[in-house]
């Protein structure tokens, strides 16, 4: 059994709704960090599987877990703050994991940079099984990157970052009425007011899912463009230019999810007319590789078919990742 220490520098967040396929090998990789002193605070947001007993059978008295009904991501979240006591906060997916040195470096990089209320890393993109990943861009905004973020969600999930604990008393909670978007939401209101440090390496894998809010593609561009009206009216003057830059990144994922999570022609017709509405708002990111590529994907797309088209994508993919893989 692990002692729990008497004031945990880290509190590690984990909500966890049916995730039973996944939850014992995200909290093994906390469990596994270089850094010990931390407390897992796992918040049972009313699952109806084995979770909760899969939860209660590891023998780690640094895990504390709190059952409520259901109430969805966000509030999740917010309980788990409510219960913190670490000196950092840190937010982990139950189907996400970390590298060993996580929270090591990252707690190292907020110590090295005292104005600094954010330390985030890179990130790996997994498949929904964890047998293949590929590296995403490597990043290295510092300081004030709100105009970064507001036209880029460069921290990628919610299980990236960690935040001190004062940074999220100044901040508040996060929104459940933007759920689709409520991380982007988060990350800006931080970043209006605090610093941010970044790890330049990968430590965070991301588990792309079928089932996951990204897939909810209207859903979440509704709410991606309620985060950016309300971000937009409190931005300083000279960042104000920058709104359908943002504009245009939205509906650029819009079309991305598109691409990736429909093999059927409407799926198509609608990344389409998404990615032309991005080119309209800013035309400049035609000179952008993700632009270009998923230019490619609609062309490829349109010359086949959507399901064949589909195919030979995901066989591309998989291999890119395998290779990434065997270099890591």
Known sequence: MTTLFSSPVVSVVIPAYN???????????????????????????????????????????????????????????????????????AFLDADDLWTSDKLELQVQALHENSDAGVAYSWTYFM????????????????????ADLLVWNFIASGSNPLIRAQAVLSTGEFDPSVAGAADWDYWLRLAADWSYV????????????????????????????????????SVPLKLKRLRNQSLSYVYRYSAKLYLTRSSEVKGLNNASGKLSKAIWLYPKTLFSKETQKLLFKVFLTRLISPKIASLLLQRISQARATRVRASN
């Open 198 to 233: 970044v790890v330049p390496k990968p430590q965070v894998f991301y588990r792309l899912s079928s089932g996951s809010m990204s897939s909810k593609v209207e859903y979440m561009e509704s709410c991606q463009l309620d985060v950016l009206d309300r971000a937009f009216q």
């Open 127 to 146: 498949d929904e099984v964890g047998q293949s990943f590929h590296k995403g861009e490597s990043i290295f905004f510092e300081g004030n990157v709100l």
């Open 19 to 89: 995730a039973e396929k996944t939850i014992l090998e995200t909290i093994e990789s906390v469990r596994k960090q270089s850094l010990s002193n931390f407390e897992i605070i796992v918040i049972n947001d009313g699952s109806t599987d084995s979770t909760i007993d899969l939860v209660k059978s590891i023998d780690d008295s640094r895990i504390k877990v709190f059952s409520y009904e259901n109430g969805g991501l966000s509030i999740a979240r917010n309980r788990g703050i409510s219960l913190a006591q670490g000196e950092f906060i």
